[in-house]
T-cell receptor, first 113, second 112 residues
Framework: KAGVTQTPRYLIKTRGQQVTLSCSPI?????VSWYQQTPGQGLQFLFE???????NKGNFPGRFSGRQFSNSRSEMNVSTLELGDSALYLC????????????FGSGTRLTVV | GQQVMQIPQYQHVQEGEDFTTYCNSS?????IQWYKQRPGGHPVFLIQ?????EVKKQKRLTFQFGEAKKNSSLHITATQTTDVGTYFC????????????FGKGMKLTVNP
């Protein structure tokens, strides 16, 4: 079966711009979580969606937002980009509540200049 | 807030050696999960442990969940160069949200 698909793979943006990242989970997976990975902070939880509802949220500013569509596909948006937002953004899907583990996508490498 | 700590952060071994890495949580976990991330790759799910004291083996890898469900260990026997990567443990707080909190990871390098 197809894995978790994230687009785009790479992105370069300028400070102050906004960006939208997309994630298509494994078919049948209704839970989608987003993580930010940086060398200094490691994997940090952004938010989790289930059946189009945000179920959990991490400690990130309101510039970070997301949504989930009825087909379980998810998007995350970062507005007013800052240099510190440069990171690998990972999406992970699971059946529900991490049962059987999470399957991660290849990520979107965002560079803010 | 919940914290998950992994020790050591870096491990360098000779091919063929055995070693153990540890994961400690500040809170009781409902389950513990282990992931492996190869250089330039993304985390890949290895295993999930749910029961107190549970032990699971995957070929040369042995995973254990502590009796108090606050710690876990990963033991690798006869390390191979294919084991290279960063190993993460992660778990949701028992009785809390299902938010998965990751440790900072243990980066393994192997000398052939």
């Amino acid at each position: 079966k197809a894995g978790v698909t994230q687009t785009p793979r790479y992105l370069i943006k300028t400070r102050g711009q906004q960006v939208t990242l997309s994630c298509s989970p494994i078919s049948g997976h209704r839970s989608v979580s987003w993580y930010q990975q940086t060398p200094g902070q490691g994997l940090q939880f952004l938010f989790e969606y289930f059946s189009e509802t945000q179920r959990n949220k991490g400690n990130f500013p309101g510039r970070f937002s997301g949504r989930q569509f009825s087909n379980s596909r998810s998007e995350m948006n970062v507005s007013t980009l800052e240099l510190g937002d440069s990171a690998l953004y990972l999406c992970a899907s699971s059946l529900d509540r991490g049962i059987g583990g999470y399957t991660f996508g290849s990520g979107t490498r965002l560079t803010v200049v | 807030g919940q914290q998950v700590m992994q020790i050591p952060q870096y491990q360098h071994v000779q091919e063929g050696e055995d070693f153990t890495t540890y994961c400690n949580s500040s809170t009781t976990l409902s389950n513990i999960q282990w992931y492996k991330q190869r250089p330039g790759g993304h985390p890949v799910f290895l295993i999930q442990l749910v029961k107190s004291g549970e032990v699971k083996k995957q070929k040369r890898l042995t995973f254990q969940f502590g009796e108090a469900k606050k710690n876990s260990s990963l033991h690798i026997t006869a390390t191979q160069t294919t084991d290279v990567g960063t190993y993460f443990c992660a778990g949701p707080r028992q009785g809390g949200s299902e938010k998965l909190v990751f440790g900072k990871g243990m980066k393994l390098t192997v000398n052939p």
